[in-house]
Each structure stands twice: as C-alpha cells, then as structure tokens.
C-alpha cells in the first residue's frame, strides 16, 4: 500500500481546529482511493514556545527532511511578537527547504458570493505565484545603536537573477499547464525600486522569450491591487515577489469570496526536499476556541499536498467535494455567510467524497 509520511505541524490559534478537520478529509479520501497517510504530530507551537522558549527544537529542521511532506496550520499568538513566532517556524521552513514556489489558487465557486457585484462562479480563477524565498523577505539587516534615541534599523532586500528567473520560470510552465487564459501577469514596482525590481524585469523579458504562446502583462503593484478589485476575471497566472505576493494573495482570496477558503503550497519544484502545505490565513485569534472556524482553506490545501504526492485523483476529488458543499449551500461557515461549525463543515464535505 501506497504511505506517505506527512508532518503534522497544527500550531496555534484555528490552527488547532482546522488541522483535524482537514485531516479526517485526507484520511477518508486515502481510505477510499487505497493509500495510507501516516502523520507525525510535531506540537511546535506558541505554546511549545511558553514551553521551552523557542518554537521549535534544535534540529527541527533535521527531523522534517525525512517526510513526504509538512502540512502546517497556522502560527501566531496574541502573547508573542509576530517575529518571534513567524522567524522561528514558519519562515525558516520554507527557506530551509528552498521552497521557492508559493502557489496560491484564487476561485469563485459556485455558491459563494464575491463582495464584488455582479460576479459569476467560475469567472475569477487565477493562481497567484510567489516567490518565497528571498526578496523583501531575505531577513538581512540589523539594528544600530539598539534601544538608543538614534536606534536606526536596516532591512534589505535581496533579489538575485537565479531567485527572479526560476520562480518567472515556473510561473510560465504553470500557465502552459494550467491551460486557462495563458497569460502570466509579472508584478513590480519599478518605477521607484531602480535595482531590484529592475533586475526582476529584465528576469522577465528573457524567459518569456521561452514562451512565445504565453500572452504577458507587466503591472506596477499598486495598479495590480486596482486591478485585482476592478477585474480580477482578466488574471491567469500572477508572479511577483515574495511581499508583492503575501498582500495580493489576501485580495485574491477575498474577492473569491473570503480567507477562509484561500489553499497554498509552498513548493520546492526539484523535490530535493519536503514541500508545505497551509492555508494562506492566519491562526485568527479573534475567533478561536470557537469551533467556527472555515476549515475549507486547510482542506483544500490538504488537496495541493495529494496532487503533489502523486495522488491527483484523491485530490481532484476532495475539491469535488469541497465545490458539493460550497453549490449545495447547506453547511456554510460564518465567514461564507452561514452558521456552520468547523467538525459539522467537514462532515458534509466527508459526504461529498468519492
Ligand atoms: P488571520 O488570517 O489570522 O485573520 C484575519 C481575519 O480573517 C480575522 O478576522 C479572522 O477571523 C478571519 N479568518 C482567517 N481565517 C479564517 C477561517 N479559516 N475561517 C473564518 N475566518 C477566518 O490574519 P491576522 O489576524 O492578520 O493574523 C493573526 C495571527 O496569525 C498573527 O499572529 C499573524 O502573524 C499570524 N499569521 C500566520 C499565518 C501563517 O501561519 N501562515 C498567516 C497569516 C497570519
Ligand atoms: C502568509 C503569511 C506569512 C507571510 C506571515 C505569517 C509571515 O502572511 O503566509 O501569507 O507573510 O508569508
Ligand atoms: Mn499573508
């Protein structure tokens, strides 16, 4: 029988509630298409924070190359610095791991109401494709005359030709692949970032040269987030870099109808290492401990982790499911408008599975 050995890294906040959810979806489909999925809880958290004053041990890292892949719920935690937390799990994975590809699916199923007006199911469908690993994100810089009136911080951003032109390059074979509009939309802002985002165009122009049937569109972000708003049907394939994308990928979600069915996958295309599967939101402390959180965007990510694995069919068909319950309209959560629990949510997507 086909196994694969997944870490399960719940974390904080609807984290803890979306991870079981998720995973009753992933054990039944496996159940159903004859594969096993054997999960090692890891409790790295806040709480093992509170715990033992890190995030997660010494040689975290060491124990997640010998899995298949991490599936991950959410970090932050209302009693920690977001830089403590996020700088101590969840960003040190995904460059660990060089998993440069961030791909995050935006999709208005049938059934859920974009706040934009007059939006038909299935007219926004685009994939916004970040790069992860560097970038504004890169993490160098330091603080001078720490705690002193004059205190000055530096935070630099790193672009290099090698990051802009592989994650450009992905992007370009996804929109092959993809078969939608085939058209990759690049996301700068080089009319006033003169080195990084100049070098990210010139990326641009030399790989689309590769790709003479994938239509191009270059947009400065801030036009970018106007569009995305104004005609966000008009997107294929969207890349940008690792900041550009984090924000983008909170309007994709919402304009597709909330966060809370937002998947993502953090991907290292040459599967030298684990690639890692989460939600694009947060651990929502605002609404834990209820039960209501949407585990939509854990289940569908728990899909990208099936198709990544080599299980497609499983994964096709628990966004099936997921697509029964959004049309049937009868198990909504609160933030799609309905009074759905999380556990009630997943049950009806469990009765949708084939
Ligand atoms: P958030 O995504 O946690 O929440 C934003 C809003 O969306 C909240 O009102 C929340 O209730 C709602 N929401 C999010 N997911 C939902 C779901 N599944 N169902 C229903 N409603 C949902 O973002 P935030 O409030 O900016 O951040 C909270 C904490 O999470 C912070 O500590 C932040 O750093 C962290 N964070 C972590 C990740 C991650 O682990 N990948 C991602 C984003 C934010
Ligand atoms: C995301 C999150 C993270 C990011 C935070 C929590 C560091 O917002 O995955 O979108 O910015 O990458
Ligand atoms: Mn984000």
New binding site residues.
């Given amino acids: 029988m086909r196994n694969y050995k997944i870490a399960s890294i719940a974390g904080d906040g609807i984290g803890l509630e979306v991870m079981p959810a998720a995973r009753r979806i992933l054990d039944a489909v496996a159940r159903k298409h004859g594969f096993v999925l054997t999960y090692t809880d890891l409790p790295w958290s806040s709480q093992y924070y509170f715990d033992h004053g890190r995030m997660m041990p010494a040689g975290a890292i060491d124990t997640l190359r010998g899995f298949d892949a991490i599936f991950l719920g959410a970090?932050?935690h209302p009693d920690l610095p977001?830089h403590i937390t996020?700088n101590g799990l969840?960003?040190p994975i995904r460059r660990a791991f060089d998993q440069y590809a961030n791909i995050r699916p935006a999709v208005l199923f049938e059934g859920v109401d974009s706040p934009l007006k007059g939006k038909a199911p299935g007219s926004i469908d685009m994939m916004v494709v970040r790069e992860n690993t560097e970038g504004e994100?890169a993490q160098v810089g330091g603080f001078v005359h720490h705690a002193h009136p004059g205190e000055v911080a530096i935070q630099t951003s790193v672009f290099t030709r090698m990051g802009c032109e592989r994650i450009i390059r992905f992007a370009f074979e996804l929109a092959r692949k993809r078969n939608g509009r085939r058209l990759v939309t690049s996301i700068t802002k080089s009319n006033a970032q003169g080195f990084s985002m100049v070098l990210w165009d010139r990326c641009f122009a030399t790989v689309r040269e590769q790709y003479p049937e994938i239509e191009t569109e270059s947009l400065l972000v801030d036009a970018a987030a106007m569009n995305f708003v104004r005609r966000p049907e008009s997107f294929d394939v969207v890349v940008a870099s690792n900041l550009f994308g984090?924000i983008l990928?909170d309007i994709s979600a919402i304009v597709s109808g909330s966060i809370g069915l937002a998947a993502?996958a953090n991907l290292d295309p040459e599967r030298r290492y684990p690639s890692m599967f989460?939600p694009?939101h947060?651990s929502a402390p605002d609404i834990a401990g209820r039960g209501i959180a949407n585990p939509l965007a854990m289940i569908l990510s728990g899909a990208m982790m099936l198709d990544h694995l080599g299980e497609a069919a499983a994964g096709a068909a628990v966004t099936h499911a997921v697509r029964q319950v959004l049309s049937a309209g009868q198990f909504l959560p609160g933030d799609l408008g309905g009074r759905a629990g999380t556990a009630e949510i997943a049950e009806a997507v469990a009765s949708f599975l084939s």
């Fill in positions: 970090v932050g977001d996020l969840l960003l994100y984090d990928s993502s989460e694009v947060g």
